[in-house]
């Protein structure tokens, strides 16, 4: 279960970003980007399984996962994004199929709308992409990032474990949980995770969400109907503002939809 790891670099502007791909180079290229506080980990079912039809790629943003972490480091959506952008050159892809997870649905939908990143289709799973976003306590820990980063060890280990365990609507597994936490433990990884909540400002959102109605690719939104963090709702929103855009709600899942309902979301993206 804890399997997953990635074997390449690619130093961009914000840090090394640590990545991989899966499958045969010569099929139809597929991308998965992840949220927060997440990392490529929570692809891994669906890599491994789309690898048997396409050449599948994954990366952890930087400050995450198993990517650079640093003091002072850019990994807002705005650095985020660019980087995206620099990763396809640097891959190679022109016009790949991507899939994308809550803060990286945002990733890829600015470098598709700023940065002229071209897909041959899109897949938006519980995306944050529609203003208002953030939960209570995410905005808090926004507002007070400074404090926050000052907590003993041990409660902010708690802390997270409590915040990444709520994402999940039937609970985690005991080992995902331990591997979903683990890179914000230590120094580096508690000052990263109050970093990247610091900077999570709704106005890079703001910047795209009036040119949804210009996105003419395929366009698939997947939404977890127990979402505590993102509302359901949003994902109607959503597909209201993206032209031909189809939204597929999958019943039992959160937001963390690849574990809760893996198999309900492969069928929906391979559909």
Request: glycine letters at 8%.
């Amino acid at each position: 279960m804890n399997e997953w790891s990635l074997t390449r670099t690619f130093r961009s502007g914000s840090g090394d970003v640590r990545w991989d791909s899966l499958g045969d180079p010569g099929r139809d290229p597929v991308v998965l980007l992840h949220g927060t506080p997440f990392s490529s980990y929570v692809w891994r079912a669906a890599a491994r399984a789309l690898a048997r039809r396409h050449h599948v790629f994954v990366w952890d943003m930087p400050g995450y996962g198993a990517s650079e972490m640093f003091t002072g480091q850019d990994v807002s959506l705005a650095a985020q994004s660019t980087v995206f952008a620099e990763l396809l050159a640097h891959w190679g892809l022109a016009e790949p199929r991507v899939v994308a997870h809550d803060f990286g649905g945002a990733v890829s939908l600015r470098a598709h709308l700023l940065h002229g990143a071209r897909y041959r289709s899109l897949a938006l799973v519980d995306p944050v992409a529609l203003a208002p976003w953030g939960s209570p306590f995410f905005r808090l820990v926004g507002a007070h990032s400074d404090v926050f980063d000052q907590l003993p060890p041990a409660l902010h280990r708690a802390l997270v474990r409590e915040y990444v365990s709520s994402a999940s609507s039937p609970g985690l597994h005991p080992a995902v949980l331990d591997r979903l936490v683990e890179p914000w433990l230590g120094e580096t990884g508690q000052a990263a995770f109050y970093r990247q909540i610091a900077q999570a400002d709704q106005r890079y959102t703001d910047e795209v969400q009036d040119k949804y109605g210009e996105i003419e690719i395929p366009t698939l939104v997947c939404w977890g109907e127990d979402d505590t963090w993102i509302p359901a709702a949003k994902g109607h929103e959503l597909v209201a503002r993206i032209p031909g855009a189809r939204l597929e709600l999958i019943p039992g899942a959160g937001h963390l939809v690849q574990e809760d309902a893996p198999a309900e979301l492969l069928a929906a993206l391979l559909d």
